[in-house]
């Protein structure tokens, strides 16, 4: 079982930046009165901007899930097998 | 949600089937286990084995309950675009999951967790600590159950036109719930979840179909009417609604992550495999559930212009009676809509329920009161104490408070106070119990009084989430100054990430 394959989110800091980043995008702080036209498929500007963040912040949030975390799943994977196959 | 004219008899019909859905599932999810009322693992965790679709959908069910609909539409018709925000702070969850999830998993197991207080006793072996997170966590989970059981009333008595009462549908639904919990435990929760979470899912599109529909089909020609009828509510938001959205993204997203009932969800997945796949799912659920109920609370605003606060609580049941009378397809829908929303209300009072008996099974009677009891016996203390619990709230609810959202932002004031202990500690090891002690205790005492005292939010941000922050201002400050020396060899082990593996 060597240490490599271990991998656990909380020790990845850009996992955390890119989420904060994300998470700034979120909140519409950033945009001036005039963002509320044009609608954009029935949403004013900023909202669309705001819903697409958030729907990006659910992709990279999922995509984290699989990709960026991985401590026991590799033993766990392997008892199994071989209580399948006994 | 009162007087729905489009149902009745029908609805009856339709809220029996579903009772009796649960209850056989309920009763085949006990049967043939043997080991399930005597072992605390087997009853509240599922014996540690939920497989994907089942720790899916009982994550999905849990997380959204039937408030995410009756309540949030309404919200969405009062603020406007900004609700938009329900959107990422119900994805934001996961976020906070990624910082604890993949750890406390490993060490639960290992451990044998049961219930969130067993990580906190293990990591600071203080019963000070202890005793006050119970408290907290059990408090609550007590107003969330509360809120669930007015919700369920309301629901049923609408859905039926009074035909059932108000008091009359929660004692039957409670009745059908605890039947069904008693049989079968954490298994008939999940199992029940699957079915309720199916019908909540797809009730929520078809709600918003229907509302289309009514307003000709063209969202964009309901946000022009909002725009020129009340232009705040498509406005670019002002500042303190940005810094309130920030707010309740912290809020929420440490609130509903360590939910004791959130957090078994974690320590009942067969493998860590099971339990990423389902997160990683859930990741997607905010867009097609908050996110929908979102629109059909905007298109509300063009349909039902005009409805104060009470008037807009309605708002669900108003639409859909308007819905059931396009034709004899969605009124049938719109019948099974409702039933769904009575379905998502109990499953998540059921686990709701389940938590707050394995937190008075398991840390209340097994840690303080009779530490010796068997396992079976312990089960048997949770469920029978379960039931007491459930008559008390009752007794309150029968006076239920005036709008939904209120109650839901008081039970994450004083849980959330809890984080710091659960997700610092498994990381600091210099994190101290007196510490932590005293920063739960002032984080508690200071967002409660915040809300009592009226001050909600202090320029949009929460009472529970200044709390917090004194609470991890203390936590930390005090663990520098005098730090924790552990002397535990276990601990060490769990907390060295590289040890994890067994």
Redesign the interface.
């Known amino acids: 079982?060597e240490?490599r394959t271990?991998k656990?989110?909380?020790?990845k800091k850009w996992?955390w930046i890119v989420?904060a980043i994300i998470?700034l995008g979120?909140?519409?702080?950033y945009?001036?009165?005039a963002?509320?036209?044009p609608?954009i498929?029935?949403?004013?500007l900023?909202?669309f901007i705001?819903?697409a963040?958030?729907?990006i912040?659910?992709?990279y949030?999922?995509?984290?899930?699989?990709n960026?975390?991985?401590?026991?799943?590799d033993?766990?994977?392997a008892e199994?097998a071989k209580e399948d196959k006994a | 949600m009162n007087d729905l004219a489009f149902a009745g008899t029908d609805g009856i019909i339709i809220l029996s089937a579903f009772a009796i859905i649960m209850l056989v599932i309920g009763y085949f999810s006990g049967r043939g286990e043997k080991n399930l009322h005597h072992s605390l693992s087997g009853y509240y965790l599922a014996g540690r084995n939920l497989g994907f679709i089942a720790l899916f959908f009982t994550l999905y069910a849990t997380q959204y309950s039937g408030n995410t609909i009756v309540g949030y539409a309404p919200t969405a018709y009062r603020t406007g675009f900004s609700w938009i925000q329900s959107i990422s702070f119900m994805t934001i969850i996961i976020g906070i999951y990624l910082l604890f999830a993949p750890r406390l998993y490993v060490i639960a197991k290992k451990r044998n967790f049961v219930t969130p207080t067993d990580w906190i006793d293990h990591r600071f072996k203080s019963k000070a600590v202890t005793l006050l997170s119970i408290f907290l966590m059990l408090w609550g989970l007590g107003n969330y159950l509360l809120e669930q059981l007015v919700a369920i009333g309301q629901a049923v008595s609408g859905m039926t036109g009074g035909t059932i009462p108000y008091q009359i549908a929660v004692i039957v639904f409670v009745a059908v719930m605890l039947a069904y919990e008693w049989m079968g435990g954490m298994k008939a929760v999940a199992f029940t979840d699957v079915m309720q979470g199916i019908v909540l899912m797809i009730g929520i599109i078809v709600f918003l179909i229907g509302g289309l529909y009514l307003v000709g089909g063209n969202f964009s020609e309901v946000t022009r009417y909002v725009a020129q009828m009340e232009p705040a509510k498509t406005a670019v938001p002002p500042m303190e609604v940005n810094i309130n959205w920030l707010s309740m993204l912290l809020l929420v997203g440490l609130g509903a992550s360590i939910y004791p009932h959130a957090v078994q969800r974690i320590y009942s997945a067969q493998s860590e495999k099971t339990l990423k796949k389902s997160f990683a799912r859930m990741a997607w659920m905010p867009p097609i559930t908050t996110g929908l109920v979102f629109m059909v609370g905007i298109i509300g605003i063009m349909l039902f212009p005009g409805l104060d606060k009470t008037g807009s609580e309605q708002l669900v049941g108003l639409m859909a009676n308007e819905i059931a009378a396009i034709n004899p397809f969605y009124y049938w829908i719109m019948i099974i809509f409702f039933g769904g929303i009575v379905a998502a209300i109990i499953s998540t009072a059921d686990s709701v329920l389940l938590s707050f008996s394995s937190m008075l099974s398991n840390d209340v009677y097994g840690k303080f009161i009779n530490p010796k009891a068997t396992e079976h016996k312990k089960v048997m203390v949770g469920k029978v104490c379960g039931i007491i619990a459930i008559i008390f709230l009752l007794w309150i609810a029968w006076n239920p408070p005036g709008t939904l959202y209120e109650i839901f932002v008081l039970k994450f004031e004083l849980l959330v106070q809890v984080f710091p202990a659960f997700v610092l500690g498994l990381y600091w090891k210099r994190l101290s119990g007196k510490a932590v002690f005293w920063g739960m205790l002032a984080g508690a005492i200071l967002a409660g009084l915040l809300t009592l005292t009226g001050y909600k939010t202090i320029y949009g941000i929460h009472g529970g989430v200044i709390g917090l922050g004194l609470n991890f201002f203390i936590c930390i400050g005090g663990s520098l100054l005098a730090p924790a020396v552990s002397k535990s060899t276990v601990l060490e082990e769990d907390m060295t990430a590289i040890n994890l593996k067994a």
């Open positions: 079982m240490n271990i656990e989110p909380i020790r996992i989420l998470t979120v909140v519409p702080w945009f001036p009165d963002a509320a036209e609608y498929l029935g949403f004013p900023w909202a705001s819903t963040f958030s729907i912040m659910c992709g949030l999922s995509w984290l899930c699989v960026e975390w991985n401590i026991v799943e033993q766990e994977e199994r």
